[in-house]
């Protein structure tokens, strides 16, 4: 899962960064009005974490942009005051959430979570596929009850399948999503991935589409 920060406060954008990053998200950053723009213009964002008072160009004016472009990601706003006339207008701008400055990083991720999980048709921050079990509040991976050990970026392809399994998702896909903007990017590397995914969590689990891309399934609903 992808996430775009769009923060001109230095001290908040980090804090926002590694608290994200830790729990499991590919984080790019902006620190004006004019790069988040364009960021969320270009690159296929699951959340953006939008503040409302940027440099060059506003927080609203960004939004509006987007929704009219037809740029539909969730967007969580962040706003410095209390404002009730503010929320409306942001809500009413096409805004997912929105949350007031000063909050708990505890209560911004559990806010992405089920803002990112909305869009996916995803009720529970717990996701299943047949005994297989992801736990996007904690982290955790289980099959049939047995906890399964996976690196950062593991985890990271794990995730985005689960929530959108069923349905195919390419390589080039998962590289967009698993990868900030400014890491180095090879979709081989997906492949060595869901090589090391399968032999954790069952072979049969990740179908590969031939020339498209690959489908998370549960093999036991698949068999009967
Ligand atoms: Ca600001």
Same mark, same amino acid.
């Given at each position: 899962?992808?996430?775009?920060?769009?923060?001109?406060?230095?001290?908040?954008? $980090?804090?926002?960064?590694?608290?994200? =990053?830790?729990?499991?998200?590919?984080?790019?950053?902006?620190?004006?009005?004019?790069?988040?723009?364009?960021?969320?213009?270009?690159?296929?964002?699951?959340?953006? #974490?939008?503040?409302?008072?940027?440099?060059?160009?506003?927080?609203?004016?960004?939004?509006? =942009?987007?929704?009219?472009?037809?740029?539909?990601?969730?967007?969580?706003?962040?706003? &410095?005051?209390?404002?009730?006339?503010?929320?409306?207008?942001?809500?009413?701008?096409?805004?997912?959430?929105?949350?007031?400055?000063?909050?708990?990083?505890?209560?911004?991720?559990?806010?992405?979570?089920?803002?990112?999980?909305?869009? +996916?048709?995803?009720?529970?921050?717990?996701?299943?596929?047949?005994?297989?079990?992801?736990?996007?509040?904690?982290?955790?991976?289980?099959?049939?009850?047995?906890?399964?050990?996976?690196?950062?970026?593991?985890?990271?392809?794990?995730?985005?399948?689960?929530?959108?399994?069923?349905?195919?998702? +390419?390589?080039? $896909?998962?590289?967009?999503?698993?990868?900030?903007?400014?890491?180095?990017?090879?979709?081989?590397?997906?492949?060595?991935? #869901? =090589? #090391?995914?399968?032999?954790? #969590?069952?072979?049969?689990?990740?179908?590969? $589409?031939?020339?498209?891309?690959?489908?998370?399934?549960?093999? &036991?609903? &698949?068999?009967?």
């Amino acid at each position: 899962m992808r996430v775009l920060v769009v923060e001109d406060d230095r001290d908040l954008r $980090e804090q926002l960064k590694t608290a994200l =990053g830790d729990a499991g998200y590919a984080v790019d950053t902006a620190d004006n009005g004019e790069d988040g723009q364009f960021l969320g213009e270009t690159e296929p964002y699951d959340l953006v #974490i939008l503040d409302l008072g940027l440099p060059k160009v506003d927080g609203m004016t960004i939004l509006k =942009g987007w929704r009219s472009q037809g740029r539909s990601m969730p967007v969580l706003i962040l706003s &410095a005051r209390d404002r009730w006339s503010e929320k409306v207008e942001g809500l009413d701008l096409g805004a997912n959430d929105y949350l007031t400055k000063p909050f708990h990083m505890g209560e911004l991720l559990a806010r992405v979570r089920a803002n990112v999980r909305r869009t +996916s048709d995803q009720v529970s921050a717990v996701l299943e596929s047949g005994d297989l079990m992801l736990n996007t509040a904690t982290g955790q991976v289980t099959v049939g009850g047995q906890p399964i050990k996976l690196t950062a970026y593991q985890f990271k392809v794990l995730d985005y399948l689960m929530h959108h399994r069923g349905r195919i998702v +390419s390589r080039a $896909e998962l590289t967009e999503k698993i990868y900030a903007q400014d890491h180095e990017r090879d979709s081989n590397t997906i492949e060595v991935f #869901i =090589g #090391i995914l399968r032999r954790k #969590i069952g072979t049969d689990r990740i179908v590969t $589409e031939k020339g498209l891309g690959y489908r998370l399934v549960d093999p &036991a609903a &698949a068999n009967g």
